[in-house]
């Protein structure tokens, strides 16, 4: 005898625009409370975008009269705000009061910042508001991956519901920064990976996910951790025979075409300007003041590590200088991973293997990714890990369902 498909579930959706439009106000209300140049690096993202406002290219990092703090950082993301500012009217200006307390900007009223002009104060803003759709556009590519791995029931709403309510994500993304732009391509991927699990015979899906793949690296650099992972959600269906050998070979050069497309213009520009395809070396010349080598045994990998890139990825403010107490947030911590490891058993379910895996390898890679960084750099900032929100999130909801 047979049972009727399960019908949609309206009501789903609805939740899911409810909690995207919760995210949007949410990141808002940071966006605009948040004092100016509070959250970290943001005068630097600034400046970049405003060097494309001004018409000018992408910036050698060995120039000194090119170089730019956050210059070797991928550039979608100030293309965009850039391209935003010259149709606005070019770049802005906001001139600082004298700091007294370094690493402090809290000091003064954000309000009384003697912008330029009301315009610059309006677009400045205007920029952080970006962010805050950013941040909402997460929340709903999270809820179509989790709702497309789990059909039935509504314990997908978990994935977007804890996206949308992670304060950090909502003080990172509502400001001017790429951390909002690579979350939401982080999770575009893990959409379009969904897709491929759901209908590996489509060549249209492996497009959109060598597509996405290929923008989270324009996004940010460690983004690049999804090329892997797309290699291993193709690996696990080419085992699974999900699809036809012949049909999967070409599914698989579509995205590895699409997704080179969008890598090698950056990665022939960092060979010629820099002398390596990634350009790691230039970062440790001209970031010089940040270098500060450490092993795995160290202190900071020992104690500082552990404890703070878990906190500081939910809710950790400034520039990593206002906590919020343990007591509130590690409980949290403990439920999503707790939560997450029992999504590890769906990988024997030939259904679900391949996506699962695809998030396993995507959050872990990450997490390598901020290891490796933290060596060099030991900046222990759960932001870092921004490109996995939506794999770690859609895990433990999988986890409950």
């Known amino acids: 005898m047979e049972t009727a498909a399960p019908r949609p579930n309206r009501n789903s959706w609805i939740w899911l625009g409810l909690l995207c439009i919760y995210a949007l106000i949410h990141s808002a209300a940071y966006a605009l409370t948040n004092p100016v140049f509070e959250s970290p690096d943001e005068p630097g993202h600034l400046e970049y975008a405003n060097n494309f406002a001004a018409g000018r290219p992408m910036p ?109 994500l909502a003080f990172i993304g509502s400001s001017i920064s790429n951390d909002g732009l690579v979350a939401l391509m982080g999770a575009c991927c893990v959409y379009a990976a969904a897709c491929c699990s759901d209908e590996p015979e489509r060549w249209q899906n492996w497009l959109a996910l060598g597509s996405w793949v290929g923008l989270a690296f324009l996004a940010k650099k460690n983004a690049i951790v999804y090329a892997p992972s797309a290699l291993v959600l193709f690996s696990v269906l080419w085992i699974s025979r999900n699809a036809a050998a012949k049909t999967m070979l070409r599914n698989g050069a579509i995205a590895f075409g699409a997704g080179l497309v969008l890598y090698l213009p950056i990665l022939l520009r960092n060979q010629f300007l820099y002398g390596e395809l990634l350009g790691n070396r230039m970062e440790t010349d001209t970031l010089a003041g940040l270098v500060y080598p450490q092993s795995l045994n160290s202190r900071h990998f020992r104690v500082i590590f552990p404890d703070i890139v878990p906190r500081s990825f939910l809710a950790h403010f400034g520039w990593m200088t206002v906590e919020v107490k343990q007591v509130y947030v590690w409980p949290l911590v403990r439920a999503i991973l707790g939560s997450a490891v029992f999504a590890v058993p769906a990988l024997f379910d030939r259904k679900r293997a391949a996506f699962v895996a695809f998030c396993i390898a995507a959050f872990l890679g990450n997490v390598a990714g901020l290891v490796y960084y933290n060596l060099i750099y030991p900046q222990a900032q759960g932001r870092l890990l921004f490109p996995a929100i939506a794999p770690l999130m859609i895990l433990c909801a999988l986890g409950l369902f």
């Open 60 to 168: 050698d990092q060995y120039d000194s009269k090119q170089f730019l703090a956050e210059g070797h950082q991928s550039p979608l993301y100030y293309f965009l705000a850039g391209s935003l500012l010259r149709i606005a009217g070019g770049p802005i200006t906001v001139s600082l009061p004298p700091n007294t307390q370094p690493d402090h900007w809290y000091e003064f009223d954000h309000r009384a910042l003697p912008f330029k002009s009301p315009r610059d104060r309006e677009i400045f803003y205007s920029l952080r508001l970006l962010g805050s759709i950013l941040v909402a556009l997460t929340v709903m590519a999270t809820g179509l991956a989790a709702k497309r791995i789990m059909p039935v029931g509504h314990v997908w709403l978990v994935a977007p519901l804890l996206v949308a309510t992670m304060p950090e």
